[in-house]
């Protein structure tokens, strides 16, 4: 895996023989069922309503519905962007009732499910559980099935959370734009919120990439921010002999460093690391500044766990499924699994689907 900027990670799975592969190119092979974080009252001045799109992306039909029910764009809400070329399942918000598109762009790509059900607030970003994945995998080496029993243990144990390539565009092009804007910000730009995210996922997945090159994503070290999985409670890592057995349990997880203003902050040797990433950016007191502005800080988990993970394997094919929490990338769950030598999906589009 190759991070923003050229640095080179391992997938913490590297030991093992990956299952080879890659996403087939239809938009049946990738599909996505969004999981929402509640469900709609029934009353208020919102209307949810749960669309189902086949080779669309999240904005298209964002704008398509802002247009059929005569509304702006900014009115429509949703919680999590999801994949181009994909069958995905997911929920907007309007302020009107739905009205569904017209136009043969939309012909057997969209679809209601269900009727509209009224809330109270607009969905937003965020606003979402998880997703379920079922993804097609074509051309596996003819011993796929003796490679995935240790690569779901390894996986089930927990694999980096790193930020998908998707988050940082094209060639990495968001990053460029990220650290330009936060070293000028009176350059006008349409999100400034999303280009300091932008940068604060570079952070994060430099500091992560070399943790797992140090053999330390399972293993506490002196002034970690651990975070308990059952109540998501922060606390700093005084003595990594005691606190190694409850990472390796399972019942903490390492965090890394989203930098902003209010970010819980490491002490001792993990300071240190996340400092050195950080100074990666290189930003000037002018771009920490900007970026503590637009991005307040926060800590992620160095590891993601998959639920209900399960590989059905024909012939050279597989069909594989899983959930993930929001804000985790199916894209990294796969680099982990058929470690690709190029991209997964050549051929298909991939939105951020980490929302």
């Known amino acids: 895996m190759t991070l923003p900027g050229g640095a080179a990670a391992p997938w913490s799975t590297s030991a093992l023989p990956g299952l080879g592969g890659h996403i087939g190119p239809e938009p049946e092979d990738f599909r996505v069922?969004?999981?929402?974080?509640?469900?709609?009252?029934?009353?208020?001045?919102?209307?949810?309503?749960?669309?189902?799109?086949?080779?669309?992306?999240?904005?298209?039909?964002?704008?398509?519905?802002?247009r059929a029910a005569k509304v702006k764009p900014m009115d429509v809400g949703f919680a999590g962007r999801k994949d181009t070329?994909?069958?995905?399942?997911?929920?907007?918000?309007?302020?009107?009732?739905?009205?569904?598109?017209?136009?043969?762009?939309?012909?057997?790509?969209?679809?209601?499910?269900?009727?509209?059900?009224?809330?109270?607030?607009?969905?937003?970003?965020?606003?979402?559980?998880?997703?379920?994945?079922?993804?097609?995998?074509?051309?596996?080496?003819?011993?796929?099935?003796?490679?995935?029993?240790?690569?779901?243990d390894a996986l089930n144990a927990g694999f980096p959370n790193y930020y998908g390539e998707q988050r940082f565009g094209r060639d990495a092009r968001n990053l460029p734009d990220a650290l330009s804007f936060l070293e000028n910000p009176r350059r006008r730009v349409r999100d400034p919120e999303f280009l300091a995210s932008v940068a604060q996922s570079a952070v994060f997945?430099?500091?992560?990439?070399?943790?797992?090159?140090?053999?330390?994503?399972?293993?506490?070290?002196?002034?970690?921010?651990?975070?308990?999985?059952?109540?998501?409670?922060?606390?700093?890592?005084?003595?990594?002999?005691?606190?190694?057995?409850?990472?390796?349990?399972?019942?903490?997880?390492?965090?890394?460093?989203?930098?902003?203003?209010?970010?819980?902050?490491?002490?001792?040797?993990?300071?240190?690391?996340?400092?050195?990433?950080?100074?990666?950016?290189?930003?000037?007191?002018?771009?920490?500044?900007?970026?503590?502005?637009?991005?307040?800080?926060?800590r992620r988990p160095a590891r993601v766990l998959p639920q209900d993970l399960a590989l059905d394997i024909d012939g050279d094919t597989a069909e594989i499924r899983f959930t993930l929490p929001a804000g985790c990338f199916a894209t990294v769950l796969l680099g982990e699994l058929c470690h690709p030598d190029g991209p997964l999906r050549p051929s298909g589009a991939i939105e951020d689907q980490g929302a």
């Not at 086949?54 to 964002?62: A, D, I, M, P, Y």
């Not at 939309?106 to 997703?131: C, I, M, S, Y």
């Open 85 to 152: 070329q994909a069958v995905t399942q997911q929920w907007f918000s309007l302020p009107v009732a739905p009205v569904m598109p017209e136009g043969p762009e939309f012909a057997d790509r969209l679809r209601f499910l269900g009727e509209p059900v009224k809330h109270a607030n607009k969905l937003r970003l965020g606003h979402l559980k998880g997703n379920t994945f079922v993804i097609r995998l074509r051309d596996l080496p003819a011993d796929a099935a003796d490679r995935w029993p240790a690569l779901r």
């Open 205 to 298: 997945n430099t500091w992560l990439g070399a943790r797992v090159l140090a053999g330390t994503l399972h293993r506490a070290i002196a002034g970690d921010v651990l975070r308990k999985r059952e109540t998501g409670g922060l606390f700093v890592c005084e003595d990594p002999e005691v606190d190694t057995p409850r990472v390796t349990s399972g019942e903490v997880d390492p965090t890394g460093p989203m930098p902003g203003a209010k970010t819980f902050a490491a002490d001792a040797e993990e300071a240190t690391l996340e400092a050195a990433a950080l100074a990666t950016l290189n930003l000037s007191e002018i771009g920490l500044a900007t970026l503590h502005r637009f991005a307040p800080g926060t």
């Open 33 to 66: 069922v969004e999981i929402p974080a509640y469900t709609p009252s029934g009353e208020g001045h919102h209307f949810y309503v749960q669309i189902e799109k086949r080779g669309l992306s999240t904005g298209v039909v964002r704008d398509a519905l802002a």
